[in-house]
């Protein structure tokens, strides 16, 4: 069987839709599933080289206007790259609500194969954060509409949490939807050297860190973690605040911690090479901490699992599903006063910490990536032996030309 990936994002850009793609395409292989994805393409800093991952098609792309890490892939070329590519393939996944949307349906309707669609963004939050010259109310509306549409042009769903397919339903979306987290791939346990991390931020092996990682973007929370932070010194004066990872975000909390004189003790890392830094940087992490409330899983929190960082987070929407009872997570209401006091707790008591975190790594493992392969080719293939009169979806009433 073989399947088209449509992404209008892929590394290096990082994030958790970069990581879900890699994550199944490689699962997927054991599945006897062959996927070709066509992605943007990326220059400048950003540029890497893609020869260890086969069938990768880039199209050239633009920088978004006002967010330097993403690229908007040139419809023409485009729909070029998807018509010239030879040989037959059995389903269509797209992976983002963009071009790669329209594109991946205009494909799909012209070979009569089935199309496919994982909702890995929960848009109603991220066109506020975005729009926010728009009422929250409207924004809102329209987000909706527009998830409505797009559902409607597929003639199957992924949502990564039962949350998120609670949320869709709730939309009214009809189009069957199946839940299907990534899960964490084997290379996501391999041991991090915490020591080695520290030893080269030039941070100290006893001083209390805590740790955020992942995309700096308004819709993360991330500002709300540095308050707690700010409470988090009344009591634990030495500790430091790491947050990973780069985004839009950026220059507005750098602009909190300057205001919040806590300069010394907020250390941004920027990003971090997958296979190894950031590794280290979980592993080096005293409490992990978490409150986004926009994540469709919050794969992330698993790594951080894996690496034996004790978390601490609020559960909202997709992260509902990971943080159960047994995860070894301390769940907290996103209340400063609240989250502050555990994390006090988690950085002052050696036996909890080590017992969280013997908890999350038993955890993490039971999301095994391969398993959740297994079910996405059961899905392919279910799709592929539907009646053909099925298959083909209301064209979309958007259009690039």
Known sequence: MRVLFISDVYFPRVNGVSTSIRTFRQDLIGCGVETRLVAPRYGGPQAATTADEPDIVRVPAAVVPRDPEDRRMAWGALQRTLDGMRGAFDVVHIHTPFLAHYAGVRRARRDH?????????????????????????????????????????????????????????????????????????????????????????????ERPLVTYIGRVAHEKN???????????????????????????????????????????????????????????????????????????????????????????????????????????????????????????????????REGMATRGRAYARSWSSAAMARRLA???????LAPRATRVAARPRRSFR
């Open 113 to 205: 194969i089935p199309c496919v669609a994982t909702y890995h963004t929960f848009f109603e939050e991220y066109l506020h954060h975005y729009l926010p010259a728009l009422p929250r109310a409207l924004s809102r509306l329209l987000a909706r509409s527009f998830t409505r549409s797009q559902c409607r042009a597929v003639q199957a769903l992924i949502a990564p949490s039962e949350p998120m397919r609670a949320v869709l339903s709730a939309y009214g979306v009809a189009t069957p939807i199946h839940v299907v987290p990534t899960g964490l791939a084997a290379d996501r346990f391999h041991s991090g050297d915490g020591r080695a991390f520290r030893a080269q931020a030039g941070i100290a092996a």
């Open 222 to 352: 991330i500002g709300f973690l540095i308050q707690v932070f700010r409470e988090v010194l009344k009591s634990v004066p030495e500790a430091l605040l790491m947050i990973a990872g780069e985004g839009p975000a950026r220059g507005a909390l750098q602009a909190q911690v300057a205001a919040q004189g806590l300069q010394r003790h907020v250390h941004f890392a920027g990003y971090l090479a997958r296979d190894g830094a950031l590794l280290d940087c979980y592993a080096a992490a005293d409490v992990f901490v978490f409150a986004s409330r926009t994540e469709t899983q919050g794969l992330v929190l698993l790594e951080a699992m894996a690496q034996g960082a004790p978390v601490v987070s609020t559960a909202e929407l997709g992260t509902r599903s990971i943080l159960v009872p047994g995860s070894g997570a301390l769940v907290v209401p996103e209340e400063r006063d609240a989250f502050a006091t555990a994390v006090v707790r988690v950085l002052r008591d050696a036996g909890l």
């Open 378 to 384: 059961d899905i392919y293939r279910e799709l592929r």
